[in-house]
């Protein structure tokens, strides 16, 4: 015989049906308590990662006019069905701040350059990271303006013809701009508590008096600024500065994703708190953007990047007696071949790129 569910409790008290109630309620309990603690920790990832947002938008300074006028730009190709498109971005490294970078940053003519210029290529994919660096005194037209050092573009025009001149090259649009100060890397290093950087070869820095050996050196972040801003103490200059420049990003990245600063709440906070300042991003470059990046980045570690510095013929000297980085123009079409359709990874792996050049 049935009886009505209300009617249940009114049976056998001490019966088997009355534990199985008790297990039930307390199974229900359980569930809600764990669902409870899951709901309090979203909500205090969310509060973290949201004030960590506010701090990059907050402190970072915005690139008012990043970009050239559309009409003298590569069109940005959109794949079919929803899928994802390559993202390129320009970094720009300078060894100084103030109201020469300001101008720069708002499209203005400046007497400031770019010490570093790094082409970063994200591919649709999302399964690596390319990392194409420009030597500072390439000798390259500047667009609507005449022959110079690519460095000079900034100092010439600002950001947007830094970027019409990067497009120019390879053929190909820049959806984001970010500028480093140099400063940076000595915060980023601290905050990070340090990294281990490859040495190649042997110095002594100009900037600071430090003494780097061959092999694996541990540098705290006034190291780190020296190390990346040498290029006096080498036969090549700015070939090995590039190089150095290139093994220090490495390390940062190897101390980043490693599971011991991704688990650390305080030191990702202390990391972006002390780069954010020395960043300028275009408008489109805020947290949300590289946060979208970074969960699409999610399976990439540092075996999956590659950093390499853009083939050239060597040295040269210009008419009016400039010393000048000379453009090959047969690797540049060949990159630039590989970005369109997208598979730079096939051009690196051909000339054995993968751990640079």
Not at 128 to 139: G, P
Not at 233 to 245: E, H, I, L, P, T
């Amino acid at each position: 015989m049935s009886l009505p569910l209300g009617t249940l409790d009114g049976i056998d008290e001490t019966g088997p049906r009355r534990l199985k109630t008790r297990k039930s309620r307390k199974g229900r309990n359980v569930l809600i308590a764990a669902a409870a603690v899951v709901l309090v920790a979203a909500l205090v990832a969310g509060g973290y990662l949201f004030n960590l947002a506010q701090t990059f938008d907050s402190k970072t300074e915005k690139i008012v006019s990043a970009f050239p006028d559309e009409s003298t730009r590569p069109q940005k190709v959109q794949p079919a069905g929803g899928a994802k498109a390559p993202v390129n971005i320009l970094v720009m490294g300078s060894d100084s701040r103030g109201a020469t970078e300001l101008d720069a940053v708002n499209g203005a003519a400046t007497d400031q350059r770019a010490d570093t210029l790094m082409f970063v290529h994200i591919p649709a994919d999302r399964k690596n990271v390319y990392a194409i660096s420009l030597m500072r005194d390439l000798w390259v037209q500047i667009p609507g303006q005449r022959e110079a050092k690519i460095n000079a573009a900034l100092a010439l025009g600002g950001v947007p013809l830094m970027v019409q001149t990067v497009e120019s090259i390879f053929g190909q649009r820049v959806d984001h701009v970010a500028m480093v100060d140099f400063e940076g890397f000595k915060g980023l290093t601290d905050a990070l508590g340090g990294v281990e950087v490859n040495v190649g070869i042997p110095f002594t820095s100009t900037h600071g008096n430090h003494t780097f050996t061959a092999g694996v050196n541990a540098m705290n972040g006034e190291q780190a600024l020296g190390f990346v801003r040498e290029r006096y103490s080498f036969a090549d200059g700015d070939y090995q500065r590039v190089r150095n420049q290139q093994a220090f990003m490495k390390a940062v990245i190897a101390k980043t994703v490693n599971a011991q600063t991704l688990s650390n709440p305080a030191k990702i906070s202390s990391v972006v708190t002390a780069v954010s300042p020395f960043i300028s991003v275009d408008k489109g470059l805020d947290a949300a953007t590289l946060g979208g990046l970074g969960l699409e980045l999610n399976g990439v570690r540092q075996q999956d990047i590659a950093m390499f510095t853009l083939p050239t013929r060597g040295t040269g000297t210009s008419a009016d007696g400039q010393s000048i980085v000379l453009t090959d123009p047969n690797a540049i079409s060949k990159i630039s071949a590989a970005l369109t359709e997208d598979k730079l990874g096939d051009y690196v792996a051909a000339n054995n790129f993968e751990k640079g050049n």
